[in-house]
């Protein structure tokens, strides 16, 4: 007897009602979305940092509390998923229909999500700094735009290649949530309309948005690998510089295009700039390429 697949629905992490991809068998039913190339599969961690065991039921409501950041990880997979494949007509983050793994209830009061080179993470949060970090799809975007990275320019993870790496996450966390804050969905639930990092401001965050104001912090795990999510703050400026004028249609395919066919490991904010503007230059033509020159220009990167 074989998984088949089949619908159902379940209540997020905020209790609204989404639609489900499952599959079914023996009379259990899974998060496991047999609808892509490559399944889309999202486990219980149970609080451990161990021990993962898919997420089923015995009907295809997904509607206990427990339950509620697996139906987000699940449901946001199956829409980064999609955004990939229908916008840039990349199957999965590989290219060649690789299937997804969340895990959800990773650790206790875990104020984090990470992708590990195999599978994304998710944090429950502490209920004060995070709530369930799979609440939020711009953090599904960026966990799984890490794994495209490393499938494509491969940008090492330190100084300014890492700080790119940072920024085209929170890039694509856009494009999939079209608002300039990143995780504000899941920051601080008893706190409104504030965020973890925001690309319109990021000195509202503590980050740098032009290079006179670049920290240079040692490559160490205590100095954030370089600064990886601080000096992002620039090169999120410079986006942001650029989507406001040539629009998200326009922008999405040049960085799509950078990252996927220009970029190298250990380029520099310089070379990402030169990147962009010739991916806007074959797309586009000079109009558009002449806004991305001006508009990291802007953040004092030639
Ligand atoms: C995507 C985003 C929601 C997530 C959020 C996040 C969480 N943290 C830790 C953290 C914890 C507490 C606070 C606080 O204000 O008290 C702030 C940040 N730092 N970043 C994030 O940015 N995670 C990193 C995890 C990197 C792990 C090392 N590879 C990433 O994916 O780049
Ligand atoms: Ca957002
Ligand atoms: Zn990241």
């Not at 015995?58 to 697996?70: E, H, I, L, N, V």
């Not at 993870?157 to 920024?167: K, R, T, V």
């Amino acid at each position: 007897i074989e998984k088949v697949a089949t619908t159902g629905y379940g209540y997020g992490n905020k209790g609204d009602y989404k639609s489900l991809n499952l599959s079914a068998e023996n009379g259990k039913y899974y998060l496991t979305d047999l609808t892509h190339t490559g399944d889309i599969e999202t486990y219980d961690a149970k609080n451990t940092e161990t021990n993962f065991t898919i997420m089923s039921d015995y009907d295809k409501a997904f509607t206990s509390t427990s339950q509620r950041a697996g139906v987000d990880a699940h449901y946001y997979a199956d829409q980064v998923y999609d955004y990939y494949k229908n916008t840039h007509n990349r199957d999965s983050y590989d290219g060649k229909g690789a299937p997804l793994y969340s895990v959800v209830h990773f650790g206790s009061n875990y104020n984090n999500a990470f992708w590990n080179g195999e599978a994304m993470f998710y944090g429950d949060g502490d209920g004060r700094t995070f709530s369930p970090l799979s609440g939020a799809n711009d953090v599904i975007a960026h966990e799984l735009t890490h794994a495209v990275t490393e499938h494509t320019a491969g940008l090492v993870y330190e100084n300014q290649p890492g700080a790119l790496n940072e920024s085209f996450s929170d890039v694509f966390g856009y494009f999939v949530d079209p608002d300039f804050l990143m995780g504000e969905d899941v920051y601080t639930p008893g706190v409104s309309g504030d965020a973890l990092r925001s690309m319109s401001n990021p000195e509202q965050y503590n980050q740098p948005a032009h290079m006179n104001q670049y920290r240079s912090l040692p490559n160490t795990n205590d100095g954030d690998h370089g600064g990886v999510h601080i000096n992002s703050g620039i090169p999120n400026k410079a986006f942001y510089n650029t989507v406001t004028v040539m629009g998200k249609q326009k922008a999405e395919k040049i960085y799509y295009r950078a990252l996927s066919y220009y970029l190298t490991p250990n380029a520099s904010f310089s070379d990402a700039r030169a990147a962009l503007i010739q991916s806007a230059q074959d797309l586009y033509g000079s109009t558009d390429a002449n806004t991305i020159a001006n508009a990291w220009s802007k953040v004092g990167v030639y």
